[in-house]
């Protein structure tokens, strides 16, 4: 029996552009869907072959948007600045606040323990 190696006819089939639409290659998911763009293959494939095309203008008009707000807002840096410290300050209260908290939670746990132990002792 001649040991036929399958990469090698999955290859030569998506080499030929008039092969038949059979989804059975390695490369094929359950689904057919698969990387082709990157791999060449070149019949008609599920994946959109303009998908990087469509990344490169999505990132344009969102340069574009973020300039026209800049614009409409002004880059003003002590502005920004200010928004900054703002940010960080409701940042930093909570934090602050977690500690005060827990350190009362640790306080208030050990006094249950001593309350706990003493009882102990009476019930023995």
Same mark, same amino acid.
């Given at each position: 029996?001649?040991?036929?190696?399958?990469?090698?006819?999955?290859?030569?089939?998506?080499?030929?552009?008039?092969?038949?639409?059979?989804?059975?290659?390695?490369?094929?998911?359950?689904?057919?869907?698969?990387?082709?763009?990157?791999?060449?293959?070149?019949?008609?494939?599920?994946?959109?072959? &303009?998908?990087?095309?469509?990344?490169?203008? *999505? #990132?344009?008009? @969102?340069?574009? /948007?973020? +300039?026209? =707000?800049?614009?409409?807002?002004?880059?003003?840096?002590?502005?920004?600045?200010?928004?900054?410290?703002?940010?960080?300050?409701?940042?930093?209260?909570?934090?602050?606040?977690?500690?005060? &908290?827990?350190?009362?939670?640790?306080?208030? *746990? #050990?006094?249950? @323990?001593?309350? /706990?132990? +003493?009882? =102990?002792?009476?019930?023995?």
């Amino acid at each position: 029996a001649v040991k036929v190696d399958e990469t090698v006819l999955v290859s030569s089939y998506h080499q030929r552009s008039s092969a038949p639409k059979i989804r059975d290659g390695p490369q094929d998911g359950p689904q057919g869907i698969g990387d082709h763009g990157s791999s060449g293959c070149s019949w008609p494939c599920p994946v959109d072959p &303009h998908g990087r095309l469509h990344r490169k203008q *999505a #990132e344009r008009v @969102a340069e574009a /948007e973020l +300039q026209a =707000f800049q614009m409409q807002h002004g880059t003003d840096a002590a502005a920004s600045q200010q928004r900054d410290q703002q940010m960080q300050a409701q940042i930093e209260e909570p934090q602050q606040q977690n500690a005060r &908290h827990r350190s009362t939670a640790y306080a208030a *746990a #050990e006094e249950m @323990a001593d309350l /706990e132990s +003493q009882c =102990f002792h009476c019930c023995l």
